[in-house]
């Protein structure tokens, strides 16, 4: 590593505010690895998301929001596993070291990490086109990790706050939706509040990890909506070997989707859109009472939207009763 790489890391990364001292972090960021400690009957629970400068983000948004993003988009993932938050090493190159882009992006992480509690153990920085990569590290129970595969046949599932602002948000910022079903909202018709309730939603996501951990006991099944309830839930059904029925008069959408997109692209935006980071979780529905209560003490909105089922199938009931197939498609980067 260069000496401007490491002067990088010292003044910007290495800083009280990212790599804070908490428990079970034994040795954080300078050295050549982190040294975690794992506590008793406690269990180690990793995720890594790769986000590219013009897909993920544009390339001129505020460096500040960038890393508040880039750090809750992974936490979402230690969420739906019902992980506490632990710690996060980070792998970002940029083309030019920019010493005010840095400070900001910094700060934005720091703010983030702070919340959960999260600190920076380590990473690397290298010459490049914009690129972040961020691995995350969290602690669930032993043998009590939420997974995909234990959906059954009865549950209910739920998602947590509204569906379909990722797809909008993107759409406000002149940024290509990437799925096929018709997606033209008329952003004209969005006020000022709409548009930063929007740029909230998108680049300050909230991990829903309070609500994971507190609903833990209960969860059979969890997965984090990033590219899409049809292709996320999908996932669940593969996984559990099972089937769903979704209701599409039940499905969550804010006021600024309804406001500027149909009823079908509602729809379509909350079905394929991605980007929204809320959960899709299934209990079973003896248990649902006491979820909706522990959702309810956290303001949390959380919506029932359909039930699994040993069909193996996932499928769609319109509010004339009529049952249609929902195509399993999640966002792809390799898409053509």
């Known amino acids: 590593m260069s000496q401007i790489e490491f002067q990088l890391i010292n003044d ?27 506590p008793e009957k406690k269990s180690l629970c990793m995720s890594m ?26 936490i979402s993932d230690l969420a739906a596993m ?23 992006f910094r700060d934005g ?9 999260c600190p920076l153990v380590g990473g690397d920085t290298v010459a490049g086109s914009g690129t972040i990569a961020i691995q995350v590290q969290g602690l669930t129970r032993r ?23 990722g797809a909008l ?16 909202p008329r952003i004209e018709l969005l006020s000022e509040t709409d548009l930063a309730y929007l740029n909230t939603r998108f680049y300050s996501p909230e ?22 309830l049809a292709g996320d839930l999908a996932h669940i059904l593969e996984a559990s070997e099972c089937g769903a029925i979704i209701e599409a008069d039940l499905l969550p959408y804010a006021p600024a989707l309804r406001r500027a997109a149909s009823p079908a692209e509602c729809l379509a935006a909350a079905l ?38 040993s069909s193996h199938k996932l499928l769609l009931r319109q509010d004339t009763g009529k049952l249609e197939p929902v195509r399993h498609r999640s966002y792809s980067h390799f898409q053509a």
Do not use: M
């Not at 019902?82 to 900001?104: M, N, Q, S, V």
């Not at 948000?169 to 033209?184: G, H, K, M, N, R």
């Not at 809320?278 to 029932?304: D, F, H, M, N, W």
């Open 82 to 104: 019902a992980a506490e938050p632990l710690c996060f090493t980070l792998g970002i190159a940029l083309p030019r070291a920019d010493r005010d882009w840095l400070e900001k």
């Open 143 to 165: 043998g009590r990790s939420v997974t995909r595969a234990g959906a059954r046949p009865g549950d209910v599932i739920y998602v947590t706050g509204t569906l379909g602002n």
């Open 169 to 184: 948000a993107l759409a406000a910022q002149e940024i290509e939706v990437q799925f096929d079903s018709a997606f033209a």
């Open 109 to 117: 992480l720091a703010l983030v990490a702070r919340r959960y509690n």
């Open 207 to 228: 991990p829903r990890v309070e609500f994971a951990l507190n609903a833990c006991h209960l969860l059979h099944s969890a997965i984090d909506v990033s590219d899409g």
């Open 272 to 309: 394929y859109g991605g980007d929204d980071y809320e959960l899709c979780v299934t209990v079973a529905e003896e248990s649902a009472p006491e979820l909706e209560t522990i959702a309810a003490g956290l303001s949390l909105q959380l919506t029932r939207i359909g039930e699994i089922n």
């Open 49 to 74: 998301d790769v986000l590219v400068e013009g897909i993920h983000f544009p390339a001129n948004a505020d460096p500040f929001l960038i890393g508040q993003r880039c750090l809750a988009v992974n």
């Open 12 to 38: 910007y990364f290495r800083h009280d505010s990212l790599a804070f001292a908490r428990d079970g972090i034994e040795l954080g960021i300078g050295d050549d690895a982190a040294v975690i400690s794992v």
